[in-house]
C-alpha cells in the first residue's frame, strides 16, 4: 500500500480517533481500515462496497 494513500473518516467519528472506520481509494476498489489497527486493511471492489453502503443506510445490519 502506497504510503501516500488518502483515508478519510466519518463526519460521525469523534473524540481522539480510536474505534473509527476509514476508507481510501484504490484503483480496484476501496481500501477498508480501523483507525485502532491502521496496519490491517480490507479490499473490497466498487459494487459490493456501494452495496454495503447502501444496506447501512437503510438500516439493513441495526439489530
Known amino acids: 500500500m502506497s504510503t501516500d494513500t488518502k483515508w478519510q473518516k466519518s463526519s460521525f467519528s469523534t473524540g481522539g480517533g480510536e474505534q473509527c ?3 481510501a481509494a484504490h484503483p480496484t ?3 477498508i481500515r480501523e483507525s485502532d ?3 490491517v486493511t480490507a479490499r473490497a471492489s466498487h459494487a459490493p462496497f456501494a452495496a454495503l453502503i447502501t444496506g ?3 438500516g439493513r445490519f441495526d439489530r
Request: zero cysteines; aromatic letters at 0%; proline letters at 8%.
Open 29 to 31: 476498489g476501496v481500501l
Open 37 to 39: 489497527e491502521p496496519g
Open 56 to 58: 447501512v443506510k437503510a
Open 21 to 23: 472506520v476509514e476508507i
